[in-house]
């Protein structure tokens, strides 16, 4: 387990530290709108993934991030390493590992179960039509993200019937200028079609029931001025296993300091995960952006 | 009580007709001085800007300053009516695209924080600009056949 942590960590230090010596070039887009890293990797918020195509490059150009999560909950900690591009604001990819710590599964579960459970997501999106910020309706993506549990052994014991699962999502985000308080505001909806119980990390569908379902999420975002925004995030979640899985929401704080760096950090509500109740703890993601 | 209530009524209708009306974006913009303020400082960022420089190859810049503060100006309620061509016959046949057009509203924030333009009058100008988005990008579609400006 320890050798996981250091090849994770190894590999986003790399990959950060690439970012960070790149030559000093950023895409074209206005700072803030590239959005920040949601937990599965897609860019968004942190709970909910946004129609804003990841990145700084706008039309003719390309941006990535790569981008270090964590949520600490009192009986979880969950861990994402992900990273991001964006081709010609039409297109994104990205890929997440992710990681959630049980601090007593075994225990509780009585079988020879991993302490840590880990999930891999690929992702795309695409920008269907519409512009966040320049035109009157807002901007519409399309985006799936293929999940793959690597120990699934929890999810089966509680009844889940798959290790791997494709979410499809629609978002809607704008950025509406000088609208509350003479500030901007984003707006986000985003319907998810999935059979992920817990996002995947507790498998895919239910023995007996393995339709996937829509899910509504919603992000609002307040900019005070360039560099710094306060939201709230909503993200409805089925619950397939009948374990009482809870819809989750989050307060967050998000910094922009440059195109070169964007820090969030959130009060996060994720409610009954599994079989513990109130996991409530901080969130804090560090993105570098090239 | 009678003398009472009028003393009130004179007191609550002066308090309403007295009240400061609220100041204009071109008072907030710090009116003439102000915009030309913002209009040199932009000129100063696209002078340092190698994506838009190309665009001003043939542009007389002294011109380019006079409209672009004249349309600031009618843009924020002040005193003054642009002269100047429609965004469309300005932009007609440049190629622009969304990389050129946050170029520009990033040199124009930059441009305004070297003002000190407060945030929330920074927000007012931006959102009283960017319906113009769609006339900028695609000009010929407000263009009749042959009225493109040819020097601009």
Redesign the interface.
């Known amino acids: 387990m320890v050798n996981r942590y250091l090849n994770r960590a190894l590999l986003a230090g790399a990959v950060l530290s690439m970012l960070a010596l790149a030559p000093a070039w950023a895409g074209s887009k206005i700072l803030a709108t590239s959005a920040a890293t949601q937990i599965e990797g897609a860019a968004g918020g942190g709970l909910v993934p946004w129609a804003v195509i990841g990145g700084y490059g706008s039309e003719g150009e390309w941006g990535g991030a790569a981008s270090l999560t964590r949520v600490g909950l009192p009986d979880f900690q969950l861990g994402t390493a992900a990273v991001h591009a964006g081709v010609n604001n039409r297109v994104e990819f990205s890929f997440a590992q992710q990681t959630l710590q049980v601090d007593n599964l075994a225990s509780v579960l009585g079988s020879p179960l991993d302490g840590v459970i880990e999930q891999h997501v690929y992702g795309a999106k695409a920008r269907l039509w519409g512009d966040l910020i320049y035109e009157p309706w807002p901007q519409i993506s399309l985006g799936a993200q293929h999940k793959v549990n690597l120990n699934p052994a929890a999810g089966t014991v509680l009844g889940a019937n798959s290790d791997s699962g494709t979410d499809w999502y629609l978002s809607a985000s704008k950025l509406y200028l000088h609208a509350l308080f003479e500030r901007n505001v984003l707006l986000n909806g985003t319907f998810r079609y999935t059979d992920a119980n817990e996002t995947g990390f507790l498998g895919f569908g239910a023995e007996g029931e393995s339709d996937p379902q829509f899910m509504v999420e919603a992000s609002a975002g307040l900019f005070l001025n360039a560099n710094w925004a306060l939201g709230v995030e909503y993200r409805q979640k089925p619950d397939r296993l009948n374990l009482g899985e809870s819809d989750w929401r989050d307060a967050f704080v998000a910094w922009f300091p440059s195109k070169r760096v964007t820090v969030v950090g959130a009060y996060t509500d994720l409610g009954k995960v599994a079989l513990w109740d109130d996991q409530t703890g901080w969130y804090l993601s560090v993105q570098i952006n090239n | 009580m009678r003398l009472m209530t009028s003393i009130v009524l004179v007191a609550l209708v002066a308090a309403c007709s007295t009240k400061p009306t609220q100041p204009t974006l071109y008072e907030r913009l710090g009116e003439q001085d102000g915009i030309t303020t913002i209009v040199d400082n932009l000129l100063y960022e696209l002078g340092g800007n190698d994506?838009l420089l190309p665009f001003f190859a043939k542009t007389d810049i002294g011109r380019f300053r006079e409209k672009l503060i004249e349309q600031l100006c009618q843009v924020s309620d002040g005193p003054c009516e642009y002269t100047g061509d429609s965004m469309a016959q300005v932009h007609a046949g440049m190629g622009l695209?969304?990389?050129?057009?946050?170029?520009l509203?990033?040199d124009l924030?930059a441009a305004m924080d070297e003002a000190d333009v407060a945030?929330?009058?920074q927000?007012?100008l931006?959102?009283r600009l960017?319906p113009m988005?769609?006339e900028v990008m695609n000009p010929d579609a407000y263009l009749e056949p042959g009225t493109a400006s040819q020097a601009p």
């Open positions: 994506t695209n969304d990389s050129h057009f946050n170029a509203v990033t924030v945030t929330g009058a927000n007012d931006l959102s960017v988005y769609d």
